[in-house]
Structure formats: C-alpha cells, structure tokens
C-alpha cells in the first residue's frame, strides 16, 4: 500500500572546474545531485555531509548554503508508489577529499559533467535546484 507524506532532504551540489558530479540513481535511473532524508534529529548540514559520503566515498571540507527548494515542483511519485513532498536544503561544495566510491543499494554511476552538457534525464525533484544552480553559476 502506497503512502503520501513530507520529507525534509538536504543535498550537496559538487562542483569544480566548471563541472558538476552527478549520480545516476538506482530507483528511477535518473541523474541528480547528492542527498537523502533528514533522520529525527539530525541536523540538515550533518545530513548532507553523511548523504554524499555514503553515495560517493567523498567527504565535506567546506560547503555553503545554496537555496531550499520545496512546493508542487517537488512533489514525486517513486517507482514503489510512494508519494513524497520534498523540502529540499541544498548546498555548494566545491572543497572535498576522498576517493570516489558509489554506494552500489542507491548509486548506478558518478559522473563529472561539464556544467553545459547536462543530462536530460535528470530526476524529476533534483530539476528546480539543479536548474536553479546552472543559472547561477551561467550568471
């Protein structure tokens, strides 16, 4: 039986050298930034740093606030039937170590893409924000 409910997520925009690392998602095979749910108590920055280390194998030295994202355009139905309406604090990282290790259960690829030859299939709650950033940084 299907669900309808709220999540808050945080989420890290990777970024450097004009290019953007992105992951191609297990569930809907789309591609998106870093990120995940907000555990009871958890703090949002904390989330984000957690999510893409998990994802990724890599880990924060710096990250800012980018924007939070919400509202119709961040409604999704997953591929399970869940219904989930999103608020999405996302950040910049442009400052990180590690080597890059997908987390095979989420995570089918990595990939560095040049911030002007973006995939089209990107998954449909990561849209707003990740236009959003492209446009900043396009200026």
């Given at each position: 039986?299907?669900?309808e409910?709220q999540?808050?997520?945080?989420?890290?925009?990777?970024?450097?050298?004009?290019?953007?690392?992105?992951?191609q998602?297990?569930d809907?095979?789309?591609?998106?930034?870093?990120?995940?749910?907000?555990?009871?108590g958890?703090?949002?920055?904390?989330?984000?740093?957690?999510?893409?280390?998990?994802?990724?194998?890599?880990?924060?030295?710096?990250?800012?606030?980018?924007?939070?994202?919400?509202?119709?355009?961040?409604?999704?139905?997953y591929?399970?039937?869940?219904?989930?309406?999103i608020?999405?604090?996302?950040?910049?990282?442009?400052?990180?170590?590690?080597?890059?290790?997908?987390?095979?259960s989420?995570?089918?690829?990595?990939?560095w893409?040049?911030?002007?030859?973006?995939?089209?299939?990107i998954?449909?709650?990561?849209?707003?924000?990740?236009?959003?950033?492209?446009?900043?940084?396009?200026?």
């Amino acid at each position: 039986m299907s669900k309808e409910f709220q999540s808050c997520g945080a989420s890290v925009i990777i970024y450097k050298d004009n290019k953007i690392l992105l992951q191609q998602r297990r569930d809907n095979g789309c591609w998106g930034y870093h990120g995940g749910h907000v555990e009871l108590g958890e703090k949002v920055e904390e989330t984000a740093k957690r999510e893409l280390f998990e994802e990724t194998g890599l880990k924060v030295i710096s990250m800012e606030l980018f924007d939070v994202f919400s509202g119709p355009e961040l409604c999704y139905v997953y591929p399970d039937g869940n219904k989930v309406h999103i608020i999405d604090v996302v950040y910049i990282c442009t400052e990180f170590i590690g080597e890059m290790k997908l987390q095979n259960s989420e995570v089918i690829n990595l990939k560095w893409f040049d911030i002007d030859d973006i995939p089209e299939n990107i998954s449909p709650p990561v849209k707003p924000g990740l236009h959003s950033f492209i446009k900043k940084v396009r200026g």
